[in-house]
């Protein structure tokens, strides 16, 4: 009897240890100030980023970080085309977020708040993450809530005229291990549910439907466009694989994989591949290729028979069937390796990728006559180049 | 009732066996998983600004690790 209750003794300090972990304390990453560039080009639009990050540790335990976005759009994508002038927008996003590191769990809480002329988001959101197993184990848990008010401009680029339409709210629970296997190899797997229910249409973006359904020759009379219809509510769910290994030499090289699911029907697939390469202790070069595909939404058509003819319709590219393939190249110099005053380091970086999107049944109108007459539904499917520039100089202290 | 014993008793005999599991990599073998170069996002900033282009042009979203942001709708 004295012999079993050891035993469970033994268990019950067993288990307390697995939850607390064995080794030492989690530490918080380095202070670090980041000044950001980008540039996006691609299938009628051109979108400039700026950007400030600052994170500054306020003890071994607590540290802040700020971050200030903004991005300039000009242009509008070839839906947008079809019944919209060019437009031209800026959008302001600004982040404060906390982190708190006690024993081994990091506790995160973050506020962000984007704003467009015709689009204000306000989030909030809450993740802890623990090391277990002697720190080989890492357990994330997050919460995201978001507040979203949706306008639409009708007014010009220059004098805009916004309506003020509805709203939608996001949430999201994640969850998320990573595992360190070897010495050599971390994996991971991360999970995500996200409910949206509100206004979740974009304003922008419109149907088209047969003009003269009637006639001989189908559509043969052009098309109509009409408002777009969606559900009030949208769940989704997405998990993530993904592992990374330290070759022989001193490179590594990742690989990730993601499946999506949703209640509209779209099942989407994403594989990534990287490498890593540094360059005696200045240079780090890294290399990525990105598949993707997805099929379309079950209420979304490129071309609906006559109006009203279901319930919920959509026309937005994002929800038709459609590929995208990535290749980037990614470069970052140390250029204070030995530090500098307060300074420990400083980089720079530079990153391009070239995005190649390709749709299976989203067509480009613009093949047609200029008052949309023609047959419709015979347009070539459409697809874009997208080349994204990026460059930042990061100096930790 | 001894099939629900015996189970239970396996049962505990695994947990026991797992809770004895030590950290298979060492402390000080962990040189190489600490390199900068096996980080999975080292630069968040521009991790999340990509998330964003794919979040704002796909139909899918999530288990990025990445939060918060705008529509980026036109």
């Not at chain 1, 995500?192 to 509100?198: K, L």
Request: proline letters at 3%.
């Amino acid at each position: 009897m004295k012999r079993s209750y050891r035993r469970i003794a033994r268990l019950a300090a067993c288990a307390a240890l697995v939850i607390v972990g064995v080794a030492g304390a989690a530490v918080l990453p380095d202070d670090r100030a980041d000044i950001f560039y980008s540039d996006y080009k691609g299938g009628g639009m051109d979108i400039t980023g700026k950007s400030v990050l600052v994170r500054k540790k306020f003890s071994e335990a607590f540290a802040v970080e700020g971050n200030y976005f903004v991005d300039t759009v000009s242009g509008a994508s070839v839906d947008v085309l079809s019944n919209a002038s060019v437009i031209k927008d800026e959008r302001k996003q600004k982040s404060l977020s906390l982190e708190y590191i006690h024993d081994k769990t990091s506790y995160n809480l973050a506020y962000t708040n984007s704003t467009e002329r015709d689009y204000i988001s306000n989030t909030t959101h809450f993740s802890l993450s623990q090391d277990m197993f002697g720190d080989l184990t890492t357990v994330s848990l997050g919460f995201t809530n978001s507040r979203n008010s949706i306008g639409e401009n009708n007014g010009t680029a220059f004098k805009p005229v916004v309506q003020w339409l509805g709203h939608s709210e996001s949430r999201s629970f994640e969850g998320g291990i990573s595992q360190v296997v070897t010495k050599n190899l971390i994996t991971g797997v991360t999970l995500e549910v996200i409910t949206d229910q509100g206004l979740l249409s974009n304003p922008y973006r419109s149907i088209r439907f047969c003009s003269n359904p009637t006639g001989s020759v189908p559509c043969a009379g052009g098309f109509t466009l009409g408002s777009q219809v969606y559900p009030n509510t949208h769940t989704s769910t997405a998990v993530e694989t993904r592992a990374k290994y330290y070759l022989p030499y001193r490179a590594a090289a990742s690989v990730s994989y993601r499946y999506f699911s949703d209640t509209w029907g779209i099942k989407a697939n994403t594989v990534e591949v990287g490498y890593t390469q540094p360059l005696s202790n200045l240079w780090i070069l890294e290399a990525r290729v990105r598949y993707y595909d997805q099929n379309h939404a079950t209420f979304y058509s490129d071309l609906f028979p006559f109006a009203n003819s279901q319930n919920f319709e959509a026309r937005d590219q994002n929800l038709a069937g459609s590929t995208n393939t990535t290749v980037g190249l990614k470069a970052t110099y140390a250029f204070l390796p030995e530090g500098w005053k307060i300074f420990k380091r400083g980089t720079v970086t530079g990153d391009v990728s070239h995005i190649h999107f390709k749709y299976n049944d989203f067509t480009d109108l613009r093949a047609l006559d200029g008052d949309f007459t023609g047959i419709a539904g015979t347009e070539p499917n459409y697809e874009f180049n997208a080349t994204v520039y990026q460059i930042y100089i990061s100096m930790f202290f | 009732m001894h099939r629900v014993f015996r189970t239970a008793l396996i049962g505990l005999a695994l947990l026991q066996g797992a809770c004895s599991i030590q950290p298979w990599v060492k402390p000080y073998e962990r040189d190489r998983l600490a390199d900068p170069i096996m980080s999975w996002d080292r630069d968040a900033l521009s991790g999340a600004y990509i998330d964003h282009i794919y979040d704002s042009r796909e139909g899918s979203r999530g288990a990025t690790g990445t939060a918060g942001g705008g529509c980026g709708c036109n």
